[in-house]
């Protein structure tokens, strides 16, 4: 048998080596994956296409839609006289998918195994936002936002300083992802929520914040956190503040 006839790598070597391209691979198992590449014709090409992945998604910011193309969208999403209606995960969201224009199918390169992974999700922020920022819900007390991804709902963190400033829609390989953008003073962090499935774990160490899981690392520069709800992958990332203060902001009442 030659090295081109080996048998389909199983499920977790092909997430591993997903792991590995994007930085987020348990430092254990980089040596051990590594040689699996350097043996295998077949996963040195995935690798390869991972990584290009990887770097498209961590290079989008300079592909962001032009400032007049921005304008118009913000200007089709300004408040009406009556109510906006929330978006909910659905009609009224795939309705919001197809009026905003800037809002992109990222697809992984043919061939990538798996789904894509946390970091992928979280470079989804670079890409800027594209529309104005969802108001507060005061139907629910003001607490969270008016925009969800199946019931899960993004919160209100004025009172604490951080405003919703814009958001964007996008799909990461078919799967539904929406990004607010919140603000305060000259720091603006993200937090996108996928549709289920669940991404898989980064594979960093684990703790317990008031009984969720929460994982996170480092990556170009930013702190990221996740977490899951109801089988969607919940992403807070940042530049310039701590794993903790996002949790933090995070799990605040």
């Not at 290009?52 to 839609?65: C, G, N, P, Y």
């Not at 789904?115 to 969802?134: C, E, T």
């Not at 300083?161 to 814009?166: H, N, Y």
């Not at 480092?218 to 203060?245: K, N, Y």
Request: charged share 20%; net charge positive.
């Amino acid at each position: 048998m030659n090295k081109e006839d080996t048998p389909e790598p199983d499920p977790r070597t092909l997430a591993e080596l997903s792991a590995l391209a994007d930085g987020t691979l348990e430092p254990g198992r980089v040596q051990a994956i590594r040689e699996l590449i350097a043996r295998s014709p077949a996963l040195s090409r995935r690798y390869a296409r991972e990584r290009e992945a990887v770097a498209a998604l961590h290079t989008v910011r300079a592909d962001r839609a032009p400032e007049r193309l921005r304008m118009a969208i913000a200007a089709r999403h300004q408040p009406a006289r009556k109510p906006r209606p929330r978006l909910a995960f659905g009609g009224a969201l795939a309705a919001a998918v197809a009026a905003a224009v800037a809002a992109v199918v990222l697809l992984l390169p043919s061939g990538s195994p798996g789904a894509p992974s946390v970091s992928q999700a979280a470079a989804l922020s670079l890409r800027g936002p594209v529309m104005p920022g969802p108001v507060a819900d005061r139907t629910q007390g003001g607490a969270r936002l008016k925009q969800d991804v199946g019931e899960v709902y993004f919160p209100n963190w004025s009172d604490v300083g951080w405003r919703a400033v814009g958001q964007r829609v996008d799909r990461l390989n078919h799967q539904l992802a929406v990004t607010v953008y919140y603000q305060r003073g000259s720091r603006r962090i993200a937090y996108t929520i996928l549709a289920a499935p669940a991404l898989r774990w980064p594979g960093t160490a684990q703790r317990q914040v008031r009984g969720i899981e929460v994982q996170s690392f480092t990556s170009h520069g930013r702190t990221i956190i996740t977490w899951r709800r109801t089988g969607h992958t919940c992403v807070l990332s940042g530049a310039g503040v701590s794993a903790d203060g996002l949790a933090k902001l995070a799990f605040s009442d």
